[in-house]
T-cell receptor, first 110, second 113 residues
Framework: DGGITQSPKYLFRKEGQNVTLSCEQN?????MYWYRQDPGQGLRLIYY???????QKGDIAEGYSVSREKKESFPLTVTSAQKNPTAFYLC?????????FGSGTRLTVV | AQSVTQPDIHITVSEGASLELRCNYS??????LFWYVQSPGQGLQLLLK??????LVQGIKGFEAEFKRSQSSFNLRKPSVHWSDAAEYFC???????????FGTGTKLQVIP
């Protein structure tokens, strides 16, 4: 079955370390997105990519970086510059505004 | 810029009672409107969407929503709530020419026996 796979489901990192969250899709969707979810704040867009080798900053891109070298993959790196990285991170892809979401990665920085 | 408001942060209903979750959007032209549901620790699942045509939209799990342009609203309804409907619900709006959508802050639904 087609879908989006996010890994790992839970991730613990020490403060000051960079960490990369994986997102892979086999839906053949061109567009992919990363959202951050905090209680009471809904989904906030971090980065999005409409095609391979191109991506744009979303509303809260500071302290994050992405790459889109393959259509299937859109990894997100949470850098040490992100002041409050502990959150639930959701990856999504879309075609014709039909979004498919992964099951998320919960990142905890200690 | 488009925006979405979900005025109710938390709603509690009794099992079997009817449900209405409110959503108001801000966008100049005809919007693309969505409702998603999220169970704890999971991703979002699409319940229904409105692009054009009939303003009453049927979705999965017995949900429906009505687009009212005059009120800039897209409220989600269900005639009889089941305990399994307890989750968080997100309204979202998109616009012509852009793939990305904007999500509301969510309404958490609690269902009591």
């Amino acid at each position: 079955d087609g879908g989006i796979t996010q890994s790992p489901k839970y991730l613990f990192r020490k403060e000051g370390q960079n960490v990369t969250l994986s997102c892979e899709q086999n839906l053949n969707h061109d567009a992919m997105y990363w959202y951050r979810q905090d209680p009471g704040q809904g989904l906030r867009l971090i980065y999005y990519s409409q095609i391979v080798n191109d991506f744009q900053k979303g509303d809260i891109a500071e302290g994050y970086s992405v790459s889109r070298e393959k259509k299937e993959s859109f990894p997100l790196t949470v850098t040490s510059a992100q002041k409050n990285p502990t959150a639930f991170y959701l990856c999504a892809s879309s075609i014709n505004r039909d979004y498919t979401f992964g099951s998320g990665t919960r990142l905890t920085v200690v | 810029a488009q925006s979405v408001t979900q005025p109710d942060i938390h709603i509690t209903v009794s099992e079997g009672a009817s449900l209405e979750l409110r959503c108001n959007y801000s966008y100049g032209a005809t919007p693309y409107l969505f409702w998603y549901v999220q169970s704890p620790g999971q991703g979002l699942q699409l319940l229904l969407k409105y692009f054009s045509g009939d303003t009453l939209v049927q979705g999965i799990k017995g949900f429906e929503a009505e687009f009212k342009r005059s009120q800039s609203s897209f409220n989600l309804r269900k005639p009889s709530v089941h305990w399994s409907d307890a989750a968080e619900y997100f309204c979202a709006v998109g616009e012509e020419g852009y793939q990305k959508v904007t999500f509301g802050t969510g309404t958490k639904l609690q269902v009591i026996p």
